[in-house]
C-alpha cells in the first residue's frame, strides 16, 4: 500500500537557523505530495504542494521539490523564525477518489 | 467568513453516551472527509463524502456513522463512545477528488471520553 515516512521530532532550531524535514514515500502510482502546518491548538493548513516529478512548491519561505527518483519531497527553509514552531506533515494522495494519506507529523521548536 | 467550520470545538462526555460532532463549509467544495488524529498527533482518514454518496469508508468501527444532508455539511454520529475514541477530529472539504486539490481542514473538535 501507500505510505510517508517522515523524520521524527521534536526538532528544535535556533532563530535563523536552516530546517531540513525529510519526507519519503511509497505509492503504486504517481501521486501528489503536500507539505500540511499544524499550529498549536489549529487545524491544519495547506503550506505548500507539488503535483507531478521534479515539480518545486513554496511558500512563506519553505521549499520542498517532488523528487521521483528517491521518492522524496523534502521541506527546507532557510531561517526559521519562532512563529514557524508547528507539527509539519508530509502527505500523498492518489488521482481519482484518492485520500490524503499523511505521515506522522514532526515537531519544530525555534527559539529565540 | 470561517471556510470549514466545525461544532462543539470541546466535547467532553461519558462512555456509553452517543454525541454527534457538526460540520459545514462555506466554500462550494463538492468533497468532505472526516479525519482522526491521535493522541501522537497521527492523521487518519475516516470517511469521505462526494456530492452527499460516500466514496471513502476506511476500517471505522460501525459506531461510528456519518451523515451528509447537503453539499455543504457532514456531520459524524458516534455511539456508545468508548475511551479509545478520545481524539481530535477534524472535518475538511475539496473541490473535488483529484490528486492535486487542496483540502481545506476545520479547526478540529475535541472528543474527550471519562
Known amino acids: 500500500g501507500n505510505s510517508v515516512t517522515q523524520m521524527e521530532g521534536p526538532v528544535t532550531l535556533s532563530e535563523e537557523a536552516f530546517l531540513t524535514i525529510n519526507c519519503t514515500y511509497t505509492?503504486?502510482?504517481?501521486?501528489?505530495l503536500f507539505w500540511y502546518v499544524q499550529y498549536p491548538g489549529e487545524g491544519l493548513q495547506l503550506l505548500l504542494k507539488?503535483?507531478?516529478?521534479?515539480d518545486k512548491g513554496s511558500n512563506k519561505g519553505f521549499e520542498a521539490t517532488y523528487r521521483k527518483e528517491t521518492t522524496s519531497f523534502h521541506l527546507e527553509k532557510g531561517s526559521v523564525q519562532v512563529s514557524d514552531s508547528a507539527v509539519y506533515f508530509c502527505a500523498l494522495r492518489m488521482r481519482g477518489w484518492g485520500k490524503l494519506q499523511f505521515g506522522a507529523g514532526t515537531q519544530v521548536v525555534v527559539t529565540p | 467568513d470561517t471556510a470549514v467550520s466545525q461544532t462543539p470545538k470541546y466535547l467532553v462526555t461519558q462512555m456509553g453516551n452517543d454525541k454527534s460532532i457538526k460540520c459545514e463549509q462555506n466554500?462550494?467544495?463538492?468533497?468532505m472527509y472526516w479525519y482522526k488524529q491521535d493522541s501522537k498527533k497521527f492523521l487518519k482518514i475516516m470517511f469521505s463524502?462526494?456530492?452527499?454518496?460516500?466514496?471513502i469508508n476506511e476500517t471505522v468501527p460501525n459506531r461510528f456513522s456519518p451523515k451528509s444532508p447537503d453539499k455543504a455539511h457532514l456531520n459524524l454520529h458516534i455511539n456508545s463512545l468508548e475511551l479509545g475514541d478520545s481524539a481530535v477530529y477534524f472535518c475538511?472539504?475539496?473541490?473535488?477528488?483529484?490528486?492535486?486539490?487542496?483540502?481545506?481542514f476545520g479547526p478540529g473538535t475535541r472528543l474527550t471520553v471519562t
Open positions: 505509492a503504486t502510482g504517481y501521486p501528489s
Open positions: 507539488a503535483t507531478k516529478a521534479d
Open positions: 463524502y462526494n456530492n452527499k454518496e460516500l466514496i
Open positions: 466554500l462550494g467544495h463538492d468533497t
Open positions: 475538511a472539504s475539496s473541490q473535488g477528488t483529484s490528486g492535486g486539490d487542496e483540502q481545506y
